[in-house]
């Protein structure tokens, strides 16, 4: 698909996403967000953006993985621990000592996630103020977009995994037991306030003392930044601190925030600007006078002068030209005396007879600057800078109207390179910065990445344990089935007699050793085979009738029969047959039991 498809593709996504759920991306970075989108859509084996909207369209449940993919909440308590210590060593203490023993202290956790930023935020306030001072002073306002998120950090209870960079100490000081996790102290807890927020459209929070802010400005382009910063500036108040993620800087904001500690990202709200509204009006008059009020030596300087000059008379005529007014203009000993709208210079290279009127009106100097000319047969334009000035023979006698010109293409072109340079470095440092981002927000992916391979990685190991579990009770069962099968066989070997335990379709069960020795058939030829079929040398037309009346129950608990068979040796024995029914623990009969006893034998 051409490239233009898949970013109207893409844009078509987007606006779908704001219009049904109200979702607006279209400040956050796009190659972030479409790196995101694209692993959703490689787990349901989708290649378009368009694919993938349709599929919104009928599947709304996708809605939820995918906001819940495009909004890492990738968090932890006491991020980057460093950081978390210049916090209480340089900023709190300041934040403090300007605030009255009494004033209330208001704390903004901006994309709070799952809350440990602002329980963070609330335990080194609780530390630096105590408790007491805490419970009475502060209040953290802790905002995000995702509501799931706002939630889990409302609840306030972690597991043991998420508090291993809570130092021991403090981790007993304020998380009780709650089941398997540890819920933030409900003291404390009540001076966390969370809510929904979207930082590129809702109004800020106002009269904010410290803003934490971190990992959260880089997932959004650099004019969306822009406008965030510019409602952090007003969040706060002054003096107010701006505390930064790693990856985040404010290299276009100086005259709003000044650093605190750069390489730990900490800001404070640059003091409020007072501007004078009064300014000076004054011009200097020039030194030179105009050739009808002073010697010819001054005429002469005036001419010869490299600064190219005019002096204009009261009649509009030229009276005075310097020589580098002459060369610049192509103008002659003749021109003189001529009058001035009459000649080019008038007009070109910017319009001067009305600036000369209203010199003329107004008594006072007129500039232009950067008046732009390209001479017949130049390659390049010149710049010049135009002044026109009164010119007084005495105070407040006007003579006439002085016009200079100043050649400022050369200091054009250095502006011109410099400001070209500084967009280069600008340039330079935003590539520099989203770069700096993106590796920021792939390590992000990463973390969680890594921690999604934990969680599956303690959930193998939790069905392992179960696994091992099951395992135990069956090689408990097995054992103790061993022990029954050994006992019952020493019960079996210790009857002597043979002991036949049948089914109620009257197949082997059980063949003793006893019945192996009278028949000669071994347990494994037995079991498991209807015992009127066994080619064994029993009367199965004398014995079928009399087990099925011990089946059905109307033998009572044990019916005995007499009968001649044949052993395995081939001859005669009389055989006493004992039956008993096999009873389930409902009473059922589900087999039976028969001893057979050769004693009686003739």
Request: glycine content about 6%; aromatic content about 8%; hydrophobic content about 40%.
């Amino acid at each position: 698909m051409a490239a233009l498809d898949t970013e109207r593709e893409f844009d078509e996504l987007l606006t779908m996403m704001k219009e049904t759920r109200g979702f607006d991306f279209t400040g956050y970075k796009r190659s972030t967000l479409q790196r995101r989108v694209r692993r959703r859509m490689s787990l349901l084996d989708l290649t378009t953006f368009g694919e993938y909207r349709d599929y919104l369209e009928l599947q709304p449940d996708e809605f939820s993985l995918l906001f819940e993919s495009m909004l890492i909440n990738v968090t932890g308590f006491f991020r980057d621990p460093l950081a978390w210590q210049a916090l209480g060593e340089k900023v709190l203490p300041e934040l403090i000592s300007a605030k009255g023993a009494r004033t209330p202290i208001r704390v903004w956790s901006a994309g709070c996630a799952t809350g440990e930023e602002a329980y963070t935020l609330a335990i080194v306030l609780s530390e630096a103020l105590g408790p007491e001072q805490f419970r009475e002073r502060v209040k953290i306002y802790a905002t995000d977009l995702d509501e799931e998120a706002l939630q889990f950090a409302r609840a306030g209870a972690y597991e043991a995994r998420a508090l291993t960079d809570v130092p021991d100490k403090l981790r007993d000081t304020y998380f009780e037991p709650a089941g398997a996790k540890r819920a933030f102290r409900r003291d404390l807890r009540r001076q966390v306030i969370f809510g929904r927020n979207d930082l590129t459209r809702d109004a800020p929070i106002s009269r904010v003392d410290l803003l934490a802010c971190r990992n959260t400005l880089m997932y959004f382009n650099a004019e969306t930044q822009a406008n965030i910063v510019r409602r952090f500036h007003f969040a706060l108040s002054y003096p107010g601190f701006l505390f930064l993620g790693k990856a985040e800087m404010l290299l276009n904001h100086a005259h709003r925030f000044q650093p605190l500690d750069m390489r730990k990202r900490l800001f404070r709200k640059t003091s409020p600007a007072i501007i004078e509204a009064g300014q000076t009006s004054g011009w200097t008059e020039p030194g030179a006078r105009g050739p009808a009020a002073g010697s010819g030596l001054e005429a002469a300087a005036l001419s010869s002068a490299p600064v190219v000059q005019l002096a204009i008379d009261l009649g509009d005529k030229l009276r005075v030209a310097s020589a580098a007014a002459e060369s610049l203009f192509n103008l002659r000993r003749r021109d003189l005396g001529r009058p001035f709208s009459d000649l080019e210079v008038s007009y070109r290279p910017a319009e001067l007879r009305s600036r000369i009127e209203q010199v003329r009106a107004e008594l006072r100097p007129i500039e232009l600057h950067d008046v732009e000319w390209q001479r017949p047969g130049g390659a390049e334009s010149s710049y010049y800078d135009v002044s026109v000035v009164p010119l007084f023979g005495a105070p407040g006698d006007l003579i006439g109207i002085g016009v200079s010109f100043i050649d400022v293409t050369r200091y054009r072109r250095v502006r011109d390179e410099l400001a070209y340079a500084n967009t280069e470095l600008e340039r330079a440092y935003e590539e520099l910065q989203s770069l700096n981002e993106e590796l920021e927000t792939t390590n992000e992916e990463l973390q969680s990445t890594n921690e999604e391979l934990e969680t599956m990685n303690e959930e193998l190991q939790s069905a392992n344990d179960e696994l091992q579990m099951i395992n135990d009770e069956l090689r408990g069962r097995t054992e103790q089935l061993d022990q029954t099968n050994g006992f019952l066989g020493t019960v079996l070997r210790s009857l002597g007699s043979a002991a036949i335990v049948l089914t109620e379709d009257l197949r082997v069960r059980v063949w003793s050793p006893g019945a192996a020795d009278l028949w000669g058939l071994r347990p494994e030829e037995a079991e498991g085979r209807e015992l009127l079929s066994l080619d064994i040398g029993l009367p199965a037309a004398a014995i079928a009738p009399w087990l099925q009346q011990v089946l059905a129950g109307r033998t009572g608990a044990t019916a005995s029969n007499r009968l001649t068979a044949v052993n395995r040796r081939g001859k005669p024995v009389d055989l006493h047959i004992m039956a008993s029914p096999m009873r389930t623990e409902e009473g059922a009969i589900s087999g039976i039991i028969l001893v057979i006893d050769q004693s009686g034998a003739s």
